[in-house]
């Protein structure tokens, strides 16, 4: 369930049936195992791929940033790598934004999402907040294309987003860059309706890797919604 693999599919992988794991699979099973850089470059040596190497983004969250996850559990936490892939969150992470484990491996990406997906929780900003956050997004993967510029998986979402979004074409060829900021972001819950929480921003600067936590200032009314997402989880009101 962590990795986002089916019992079906481990299975085979145990009994060294069915294809060779790919290596997202050998990543997501090296982060639900919460192996360390020699154990995960192992795994990845046994599965017949090449280890992480350098000038490639990492994909990988470390031990002890998921022990973070796991203590700050009443707020929703995302850890993002350098190109917007979301690696791992807690429960209230995806009772915000919804099962992100359901999302298919290569679109399991919030820029992906903005520009050419759907997502259980849709933005629901005005034109100022939409455009600061596209913005952002086309600027982080400038950012990421600067310190990775031979990584394949970053050259692929970058011309799939050229391809399928105009809006994202523009704004990549107007060539500015920036990281994820601090901002406030206003989501439609379909059981809390919308909601506008602080969304401020950790980098991890060891992988470039960036941690999104959401929160609210007590006693108002998006912090009662906040409580009440602890309580509903996952599951439709």
Known sequence: MLAGLSVDYVVRLEQGRGPRP??????????????????????????????????RIAMVV?????????????LPVLVLSAKGDVLAWNPLGAALQGDMSA???????????RFLGSSRCQ????????????????????????????DLDLIQLIAELRRGSPRFDELWREGRSSPWRTATKTIRHPSLGTISLDCDTMLLPDGHQTVLVYSAE????????????????????
């Open 22 to 55: 790919s290596r997202q699979v050998i990543a997501a099973l090296a982060q639900a195992l919460r192996l360390d850089d020699d154990d995960r470059d192992l795994m990845f040596r046994l599965a017949g791929h090449e280890p992480p190497q350098a000038g």
């Open 62 to 74: 470390r031990p002890s940033v998921l022990r973070l996850l796991d203590r700050m559990a009443d």
């Open 103 to 113: 999302w298919p491996q290569g679109r399991r990406n919030l820029i992906w999402q």
């Open 123 to 150: 933005v629901a900003a005005g034109p100022e907040e939409d455009d600061a956050a596209a913005y952002a997004s086309v600027g982080t993967l400038r950012a990421a294309q600067a310190r990775y510029p031979g």
């Open 218 to 237: 007590p006693g108002s009314p998006e912090a009662t919604a906040l409580d009440m997402l602890r309580v509903i989880g996952l599951q439709p009101v």
